[in-house]
């Protein structure tokens, strides 16, 4: 099993970037699949973004594409999601996951989840 923990989220103004990162303990990451989801109120869970550690291949959602990036930081052995050019529909709770099927966008594909951090993006 894998224990997630975000943080980096905060208040910023359109336009703005923000990093998040997840610490993993227990198992490494490179065991699962790992992505990004969020949720804004009122609305389902969304995926964002994921990553196949054990062929390098990382996907994106359309809304996100060209301004998120998902890394890996080995030495601290988190999930970092870069947010750059931030829109008030990015608001929401971001949640760090972590599952077993490659190229899984759905929120029953992951097993595992952190307990979130908010972004809340300003007009």
């Known amino acids: 099993q894998v224990q997630l923990v975000e943080s980096g989220g905060g208040l910023v103004q359109t336009g703005d970037s923000l990093r998040l990162s997840c610490a993993a303990s227990?198992?490494?990451?490179?065991?699962?699949?790992t992505g990004w989801f969020r949720q804004a109120p009122g609305k389902e869970r969304e995926f964002v973004a994921a990553?196949?550690?054990?062929?390098?291949?990382?996907y994106y959602a359309d809304s996100v594409t060209g301004r998120f990036t998902i890394s890996r930081n080995n030495a601290k052995n988190t999930l970092d999601l870069q947010m750059n050019s931030l829109k008030p529909d990015d608001t929401g709770v971001y949640y760090c996951?972590?599952?077993?099927?490659?190229?899984?966008?759905?929120?029953?594909?992951?097993?595992?989840w952190g307990q979130g951090t908010q972004v809340t993006v300003s007009s």
């Open positions: 996951a972590a599952g077993e099927r490659p190229w899984a966008r759905r929120v029953i594909d992951f097993g595992f």
């Open positions: 990553a196949n550690w054990g062929s390098g291949s990382t």
């Open positions: 227990g198992r490494s990451f490179s065991s699962y699949i």
